[in-house]
């Protein structure tokens, strides 16, 4: 399952047998692409002319232009659907203040250090839990004011990492 968000309206999306159904509905439309990036579609006996003006993927955001109109797309994959299910989703702020531990697990590598000067998207270090290296990135810009763990240390949900 995904999800997209414009505005204030939210859509869930799945696929099963070459179907895409939006809200537990079949999507029932004809999107013919015109050229890269544009593409004609009918819907519901109306016609569209979209263009994908730009993907953020950082932010998985795109924009798109309808008739004219522009239009921000927040989407949700379905691992980001399972992480805000676990309570352990990005934070919405771009304000930093600490990064802290979404899981249990073993700090194995450390990529930045007191002092340091991070950009949104920026790896901090790794973390293994579950078997599974987990590389936590900065979620916006700042400077690093403190890590708080070293290289072998195990750490438990919550704990903080990283201060700005």
Do not use: C
């Not at 569209?48 to 994959?77: C, F, P, Q, W």
């Not at 839990?129 to 750490?155: F, H, Q, R, Y």
Request: proline letters at 3%; aromatic letters at 6%.
């Amino acid at each position: 399952m995904q999800q997209a968000t414009i505005g204030t309206h939210t859509f869930e999306f799945t696929s099963s047998e070459g179907t895409t159904y939006v809200d537990g509905q079949p999507l029932k439309w004809d999107l013919v692409p015109i050229e890269e990036g544009h593409y004609h579609i009918l819907y519901d006996n109306k016609s569209y002319r979209a263009e994908l003006v730009k993907i953020d993927s950082s932010s998985k955001t795109v924009t798109l232009k309808i008739n004219g109109n522009n239009h921000s797309v927040k989407l949700k994959d379905k691992f980001d659907l399972l992480l805000e299910k676990m309570g352990i989703a990005a934070t919405n702020s771009n304000k930093l203040s600490q990064i802290k531990a979404p899981m249990p697990g073993l700090i194995i590598d450390l990529k930045v250090k007191a002092g340091d000067f991070v950009k949104t998207g920026d790896a901090l270090l790794i973390l293994e839990a579950m078997k599974m290296e987990n590389i936590l990135k900065s979620p916006g810009d700042g400077m690093v004011k403190n890590v708080t763990v070293k290289k072998g240390d195990s750490v438990e949900k919550g704990h903080i990492l990283v201060e700005f």
